[in-house]
């Protein structure tokens, strides 16, 4: 198959999540061709199934904004015409799903039946989309797409509530690429981080508001008063300042440290001992489940997803929003002792195999022949070109 991959090209889940599975794709024999605005975080290497067209923006005096959705519409035009493209996959529905129907319509002008398949990744539905300022034009493009596809059930339902969705939507998990994330290693690491012997509890995120690290912190300041440990916060965002401010009031500085954006995160991760995760809303979590992939347990948040990946009591503990005194205690029940600690490690490797690659890149293509099957039906004359 030929396939164009749309998302947004940052650190962002939605963005990992579409760069992961167009590499995995490409593994697997078929052509992938990213269109977006630079090149993806995680596509750093050549490999001859994969290719990136960069969207450009033209400025111009007259636009306070200038048009992405237009650009990014024009150069699906393009790279289909020009790539013979079979399927479209979009990451994320503002603004990628409309740019793909406007795409869509233009190439139905050339006489060229393309369908696209949207993924819903979370904020696009729980946050931003369901902004009346949106609103009409997601709900639109959800119900246009020829396949929508959702990380979760609760995204699933949370779409169906919030939008007038006349379209099936099909939950497939996100993944995990144990070839990537899995134990490593990193003695001298842990020995620079936690000189004695102390546990290591991480965080990883944007430091969104969403994402309550002032929670995090909170939590850690607790968990300080009983275990001797270490704080690791990764990434960058609004509430980073915030935080480090956080930790100067609380006189917590030496126990607490801010690492910023960082690409070897399963390097860090396998020092780790706890992930915590108290998000106001996650569709999913994929960054809890790169943590267990590489055996860290997770404290975590009930909200959104979050149940259908971490376990409770298995390969963690989930509080509900805000109870940071609850997310605390559930921590030192994790970290005080090393067979509990142990066998929760264990746990939370067995959880994330669920959610191994080889086990979810098949429904992704099974899912786009069906959706090319159902296309068909609609443009039988496109049939003996494709095929
Ligand atoms: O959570 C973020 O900050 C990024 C966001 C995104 O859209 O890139 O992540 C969303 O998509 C991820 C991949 O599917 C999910 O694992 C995250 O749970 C989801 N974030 C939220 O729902 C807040």
Not at 222 to 233: C, D, Q, R
Not at 296 to 309: D, K, R, T
Not at 332 to 352: G, P, T
């Amino acid at each position: 198959m030929k396939i164009g991959i749309v998302c947004y090209p940052t650190f962002g889940g939605s963005g990992v999540v579409a760069t992961e599975l167009g590499k995995a794709l490409a593994d697997e024999g078929h052509q992938v061709h990213f269109i977006t605005y630079s090149q993806p975080a995680r596509l750093d290497f050549f490999s001859a199934n994969l290719f990136y067209h960069e969207v450009s923006v033209r400025d111009y005096p007259l636009f306070d904004y200038a048009p992405y959705e237009s650009a990014l519409a024009s150069k699906l035009v393009d790279v289909v015409r020009f790539e013979g493209l079979d399927i479209l996959h979009v990451h994320y529905a503002i603004p990628h799903a409309s740019a793909a129907y406007m795409a869509k319509q233009i190439l139905e002008t050339y006489g060229i039946h393309i369908p696209f398949v949207t993924t819903l990744h979370g904020t696009d539905i729980t946050l931003v989309g369901k902004d009346p300022t949106y609103k009409p034009v997601v709900t639109f493009s959800i119900n246009k797409s020829d396949g929508v596809t959702t990380v979760s059930e609760d995204l699933k339902k949370d779409t169906n509530n919030h939008f007038d969705i006349t379209n099936e939507i099909k939950v497939i998990p996100n993944f995990i690429d144990f070839n990537r994330f899995s134990l490593k290693a990193k003695d001298h690491f842990k020995k620079a981080i936690a000189p004695n012997n102390e546990r290591i509890l991480i965080h990883t995120s944007n430091f969104r508001k969403v994402k309550r690290t002032g929670d995090v912190i909170k939590m850690f300041k607790k968990v300080l008063e009983t275990i001797p440990a270490k704080l690791l916060m990764v990434g960058d965002g609004p509430d980073r300042a915030n935080n480090e401010q956080m930790c100067r009031e609380m006189g917590i500085c030496d126990h607490v440290r801010f690492l910023g954006k960082q690409d070897a995160i399963e390097e860090i991760l396998s020092v780790s001992d706890l992930f915590l995760m108290p998000s106001e809303t996650e569709s999913f979590g994929l960054a809890a489940l790169e943590a267990m992939a590489c055996k860290v347990p997770v404290i975590s948040s009930n909200a959104g997803g979050l149940p259908e990946l971490n376990v409770d009591g298995f390969c963690g503990y989930m509080s509900n929003v805000g109870d940071v005194d609850d997310m605390a205690a559930k921590a030192v029940l994790i970290l005080e002792n090393d067979e509990v600690l142990n066998r929760f490690k264990e746990n939370a490797f067995r959880r994330a195999q669920d959610f191994d690659l080889k086990k979810i890149l098949p429904i992704y293509i099974d899912f786009y022949n069906e959706t090319i099957a159902r296309h068909l039906i609609q443009y039988p004359a496109t049939a003996s070109a494709i095929m």
